[in-house]
């Protein structure tokens, strides 16, 4: 992998760009295995950059077992791209401070579906095959200025009690409570990614544009996965500062974060 990420570097940083995007596309689950990539052409007119390099990003997914360039019927996604390992830390005081600001923000609603739920979804809040969820991609705004790009992910029986009108005005944490839902714990990443042209028109940034990766699971008091939020912020309006205590006896003192303020927000 770094070996073929190195290449592809020499060989322009516009193909690294196309590579990096697709590849979390696929790791995602936003382009699930079976589906079917548009021609060169298209791909070249949707990230703006020329055939070339589409085909030099596209040698690289298909070097990795990504996909699948079939001559005559077109490029089709055959895996996820493995998870690399993480180091992980417990993000758990950042929640009140989420809520907090969820109703300090506005929200602009984009699109609003009910699909199968796709397969990281459905694996992370631990669906049966073929449940359906309720998809809703939002902006979020400080000051009239997008700084949070929001996908969430509520089974159906859930989301029936939402509205789309809901879904812009009211942060997804209230409309769940509002449902009966009773939150108990969830867990949280945060880790980077890479602005798609959809996001990047969104935000307001360049195709491309590092952006910070925040993915949150909610269960509620029996175990149940209720929501799922893939959210990605413009790093020069979100910012997370945590304080460190030092605590424990001699021996064997650790650190302990402090709820601190917080520029920026989630749901």
């Not at 949707?46 to 490029?75: C, K, M, N, P």
């Not at 009211?170 to 890479?194: C, K, N, W, Y």
Request: hydrophobic share 45%; net charge neutral.
């Amino acid at each position: 992998m770094a070996l073929q990420t190195a290449r592809i570097s020499a060989e322009g940083g516009k193909a690294q760009r196309v590579y990096l995007l697709l590849r979390d596309e696929i790791t995602r689950g936003d382009l699930p295995p079976g589906a079917v990539l548009p021609g060169e052409l298209r791909l070249a007119d949707h990230y703006g950059v020329s055939r070339v390099t589409i085909r030099r990003a596209l040698d690289v997914l298909a070097q990795e077992g990504l996909i699948d360039r079939r001559a005559g019927s077109g490029t089709v996604v055959t895996g996820a791209a493995p998870q690399r390992a993480a180091i992980a830390a417990d993000f758990a005081t950042l929640m009140p401070q989420l809520v907090q600001m969820g109703q300090q923000t506005t929200a602009r609603l984009l699109s609003y579906a009910y699909i199968p739920a796709p397969a990281p979804v459905s694996d992370a809040l631990r669906l049966a095959d073929g449940v359906r969820v309720q998809r809703a991609v939002r902006v979020r705004l400080m000051d009239s200025a997008p700084f949070s790009h929001l996908t969430t992910h509520v089974p159906d029986d859930i989301a029936q009690d939402f509205s789309e009108t809901d879904l812009a005005g009211t942060p997804l944490f209230r409309l769940l409570e509002r449902a009966g839902v009773q939150v108990d714990h969830a867990t949280q990443s945060i880790s980077a990614s890479l602005a798609t042209p959809d996001v990047a028109e969104a935000l307001e940034v360049a195709v491309g544009a590092a952006l910070i990766s925040l993915t949150r699971v909610v269960f509620d008091a029996t175990g149940r996965g209720v929501e799922h939020l893939a959210a990605l912020y413009r790093p020069d309006r979100f910012r997370l500062d945590m304080v460190l205590n030092r605590v424990g006896k001699a021996g064997a003192r650790q650190w302990e974060p402090v709820l601190v303020p917080m520029t920026g927000a989630a749901e």
